[in-house]
């Protein structure tokens, strides 16, 4: 960042570790300008094996607590860990970064029972790294009634919205949710159903690989009608918004109540792609038909079949990923927890009511002074 005054910077550190449970995104960013700099980005993937421990705790086990304690301590070290190699990576100092926004991993997220968990230790966090930390961004907006998600529809109304042109953002992760940018300034946002997390899982289960690189795998098969038919009968995907959902409602034993076992794989595996491309065109054209452009982001944006199929599905709307609008469909669910964080830090509410299903705008995290 040579050339660049530092003290006239405004920068926050953005975490994310999502639904899909492949790693952590770590984003500097600076908010000293309009629109905001995604200045430098890292990643850091998770092992298998606290891969495979997080993903115990979705269900009930044994001795819950103690596990989910550990790992939380363990995430603290593996996101201190992210910052340092980001920081170390852009030549910033510590010192020069107000906060860090942390979402955590989420492991439940049951709204409807008041309630939303990620894993996380920000106490920790703030002692390795010395900067001040925001985590806990969903427990307020589900204390005032609403999902608590989808959160970053603000973000997006902040940095692409458009005052001639109606576009959308789909983000696909682990679950799938869209952010709609009206030009009269309407905002509106929800989830969709299942991203890439039961494709992910099918994939792991049966390949041993952790996703299905470029829809290779389900490029091969064929879908399975019956099955799609099936699969796209759950309620959720009739619930009007706003609507949020995740692997306590999506996951391998509810796909496998409908198998008989004699399916191929590579069939189930191209109707679990069908059904996330299904659950987007028929969010998008439902409740925003007259939408021109849509852009994508997160990890399923990468996938070649995914997004042909969206294509197909989507005909007569501009498709593109958010690298277009300036922002890497990777990033850009971190840079929005690291706006969220400023949010919070000056004290701005950082739902939108409308899109959550909250009683009223709120301040979203806790602040963990440095």
Not at 298 to 313: D, E, Y
Request: glycine letters at 10%; a negative charge; one cysteine or more.
């Amino acid at each position: 960042m040579a050339g660049r005054d530092s003290s006239q910077m405004n920068y926050y550190i953005g975490i994310m570790s999502g639904t899909s449970l492949d790693g952590i995104d770590v984003v500097l960013a600076d908010f000293s300008s309009s629109p905001p700099s995604l200045l430098h980005t890292f990643y850091l993937p998770y092992s298998e094996d606290l891969r495979s421990r997080l993903l115990a705790l979705h269900q009930p086990g044994d001795d819950e607590l103690h596990r989910a304690a550990m790992l939380s301590n363990e995430l603290a070290h593996r996101y201190a860990e992210a910052v340092a190699s980001l920081l170390k990576q852009s030549g910033t100092a510590p010192q020069s970064v107000i906060a860090i926004g942390c979402h955590g991993q989420t492991v439940r997220h049951r709204p409807e029972l008041g309630y939303t968990l990620q894993l996380n230790n920000p106490a920790l966090l703030v002692e390795l790294t010395g900067i001040t930390v925001v985590a806990d961004f969903r427990s307020r907006d589900i204390a005032a009634g609403g999902q608590g998600a989808p959160l970053v529809p603000a973000f997006h109304q902040a940095l692409f919205s458009d005052r001639k042109i109606h576009r959308v953002i789909v983000n696909i992760g682990g679950i799938s949710n869209l952010t709609s940018l009206a030009p009269d300034g309407e905002v509106a946002g929800f989830d969709c159903g299942p991203g890439n997390l039961l494709m992910d899982a099918w994939c792991m289960r049966h390949t041993g690989k952790a996703y299905d690189e470029n829809g290779a795998w389900a490029g091969s098969g064929k879908v399975i009608p019956a099955l799609l038919e099936k699969l796209l009968a759950h309620p959720f995907f009739a619930l009007p918004p706003p609507k949020s959902t995740g692997r306590e409602v999506f996951n391998l034993s509810w796909l496998e109540s409908f198998l008989s076992g004699k399916e191929s794989l590579a069939d189930v595996q191209a109707t679990l792609l069908q059904v996330t491309v299904e659950a987007i065109a028929r969010s998008v054209t439902t409740y925003c038909p007259d939408v021109a452009e849509v852009y994508l982001c997160g990890g399923g944006a990468r996938n070649g079949l995914l997004l042909a199929r969206l294509r197909v599905a989507l005909a007569g709307k501009k498709m593109d990923l958010t690298d277009a609008l300036g922002v890497d469909a990777d990033s850009l669910e971190a840079f929005a927890f690291a706006w969220l964080t400023q949010q919070t830090i000056l004290g701005v509410s950082g739902n939108l009511p409308a899109v959550t299903g909250a009683q009223g705008s709120r301040i979203l995290g806790a602040i963990y002074k440095a």
